[in-house]
């Protein structure tokens, strides 16, 4: 990485890397000065402090200060612990929607820890992610209600078009769950959850019994939510670790990606992948990355702002500019903007709530609602 990196951000991207070349890297930027409350805070934050402290249990203790690494510890093994308890919640509440007939798939979370990194407490999750078919969230609402789930927004109207999920949690012991009627919003790339059903597979390990998504269709759908969230750091190495450890069939990612004009996300996530993390990708899909002129420049604007520590929010106008640049084609963009423009979303009901009579007025709210809050944005 360029020099310019401060070394905190240094040692927190070496984590993510394969363990022998994360704990070389790692070992060397220990030698010299690390600010190391910034350090943990940086993990803290990004969702990476159990990846942080794996590592550091490779390196030589005598390098860091016994007290840091102790609470580096303590932490990770607290996450550790919930994310078993929040394994063995997924699993039961898949059984409950299962047995009710709902073709219930898990994503993200557990599942995702699971197939990417190997091990359930190597990454940090603050929910559950369920995908259940739009005709059966009010079954899926019933069930999670009757076992203590209650929605985090009591008005919340599933129908709206711009909305993609619900959450819903529980006080006591707490939890929260996202259950989606959608992978990924209409104005943005589209992900086929028809063809994503067919091609789950079920996963079990430490008390985690699931269906989620194919390794292939993983790839593509956290490529695709990583680009409409505008690329955070852990997501970057989510995509390393699910091209380092998962044995993908690459032809079949290629076909999938170039369907429906996905592939460009997925190129920038692997350049990405494989500048900050060495994500071994395959040569002849190196190649088709660099046959797209726009994604080496895409990467580059995400790299410095990531070195800069300079985050771009997809509700800003930097992040649909991003969006924009992500879609290919002329349509697309146009399609883009028109959704995004118009369809209304749960936030336009908190800022003026209609009779539903006249619940069709949310289509002209959201454009006005839109355009005040990119004008606040760029006065800021």
Known sequence: MPAVLQPELEALIACGA??????????????????????????????MLPLLSGILYQCPSDQMPPAILADIRGRAASKAIRSLVMAGELSRILRRLEAAGMAAIAFKGPTLAYLAYGDLALRDSSDLDIFVPHHQIVTALEILKGDGYEKKSPGFNID????????????NPPCEVDLHWQFSPRYFLPFDAARAAERSIVVRASGLTARTLCREDLLLYVSLHAARECWSLRSICDVAALVRNCGMDWDDVLREAGRAHRWRPVA????????????????????????????AGIAADLLSNIRRG?????????????????IEGGS??????WHRAIEPKQTDVNFLQLPETISAGYYLIRPFRVACAALGRLRR
Do not use: C, T
């Open 18 to 47: 394969a363990p022998p070349e994360a704990v070389r890297r790692l070992s060397q930027l220990l030698s010299g000065s690390l600010n190391w409350p910034m350090l943990v805070d940086l993990a803290d934050g990004a969702g």
């Open 160 to 171: 709206l078009a711009g909305d993609i999920e619900i959450a819903v949690r529980r006080r």
């Open 268 to 295: 920038v996530g692997l350049e990405l992948a494989a500048g900050l993390f060495q994500a071994p990708v395959p040569p002849e899909v190196w190649k088709r990355v660099k046959q797209d002129s726009a994604v």
């Open 310 to 326: 300079a985050a771009i929010f997809e509700d800003a106008p930097s992040g649909a500019l991003l969006h924009l640049r992500m």
């Open 332 to 337: 697309g963009k146009l399609r883009y903007l």
